[in-house]
Each structure stands twice: as structure tokens, then as C-alpha cells.
């Protein structure tokens, strides 16, 4: 402990003059939400993007169109990907086998919406100097437009889609 305390760093943090890691190396984090899915192509080109090279970690689940019943997870470390299933959206199955309880009555009061139910994207991106606002525009690009959306799930099954197939 004493020598922790004469150290130049313990001083400055005490004094306030510490500069916080993700001040000096950068790094910054944001979360990306929305109530439409993704066009499968679109996302993989996202996230095979020259910004994912600035993405440290990155996690949460997302809702594509060509797997409408579907949340699939996500998940970023360095340069190591993983997608996988997550589950069905409670909005995929059949309103009388749904489960019941207060934990499924919460949840549905927190995450449905219509028309999707609780069907959505939400990750998290933390890297160094990331391009936040390109990032984010590009994420929303991903999204189905107005005319995809109006095509139906009938529709978006015709949507290429390379991600892994489980």
C-alpha cells in the first residue's frame, strides 16, 4: 500500500489529474436498438465492414428477416465472431402454449411491441475510435426499408442469407 501510494498515478488520481483509459486510448462504447429486422445480406456486410477492426467486444442478439422465429445471439471478442440461436421470439409461438407467470407477464410488458411482438435488435459495440455515427447509420441501412418490409415474411424468406445455418 505504500508504495501504491507514492506512485505518480495514485497522486493524480487522487488529485484528479488521472486520465481514464477510455479518454487516452480512446475507447467508447454504444448500443444499437430497433423494432424492424435486418436484411441478412446487409448485416453480413456490416460486419464484415473495415470498422469492425476498431470493435474490441461486441454482444446482444439481433432479429433477422430471413429467420423471422428467431433471435439469434452475437457476440465479439477481438477478432473472434459467434452467432448462434438464441431461441424462438415469444411472438413465434402460438399464443396458448406460451408459457405464464409473472416473469413472462413482465417481460412481455417491457419488450412487446406490435405488430413484431418482441421481436428486435439490440447490441453493443465497445471499441477503440470507432466511427459511432457511420457505425450507426450502416446498422440502420441494415434494416429492411419500407418496400422490404411491405414484401412479408413470405418474402424475406427469399432474402440471401449467409449466415451459418443451424
Known amino acids: 500500500m505504500e508504495t501504491a501510494q507514492r506512485s505518480a498515478g495514485w497522486l493524480k488520481e487522487l488529485q484528479g489529474e488521472h486520465t481514464p483509459e477510455t479518454e487516452e486510448y480512446g475507447i467508447s462504447s454504444f448500443v444499437f436498438r430497433a423494432r424492424r429486422p435486418f436484411h441478412p445480406q446487409r448485416l453480413m456486410d456490416f460486419l464484415k465492414g473495415d470498422h469492425m477492426w ?18 439469434i445471439n452475437w457476440s465479439l471478442a477481438g477478432h473472434v465472431a459467434r452467432v448462434s440461436p438464441a431461441g424462438t421470439w415469444l411472438a413465434a409461438v402460438p ?9 413472462v407477464a413482465d417481460y412481455l410488458e417491457q419488450y412487446w411491441r406490435e405488430p413484431f411482438g418482441d421481436r428486435r435488435q439490440e447490441l453493443v459495440f465497445i471499441g477503440m475510435e470507432m466511427p459511432t455515427e457511420t457505425m450507426l447509420k450502416q446498422l ?4 429492411l426499408t ?3 418490409l411491405a414484401l412479408g415474411e413470405a418474402g424475406w424468406m427469399l432474402f440471401t442469407d449467409d449466415f451459418p445455418v443451424w
Request: proline residues 3%; hydrophobic residues 35%; without cysteine.
Open 54 to 71: 476498431t470493435v474490441l467486444r461486441s454482444k446482444g442478439f439481433f432479429w433477422l428477416a430471413s429467420r423471422h422465429d428467431t433471435a
Open 146 to 148: 419500407d418496400a422490404e
Open 140 to 143: 440502420h441501412n441494415a434494416l
Open 95 to 103: 399464443e396458448h402454449l406460451r408459457p405464464q407467470g409473472e416473469q
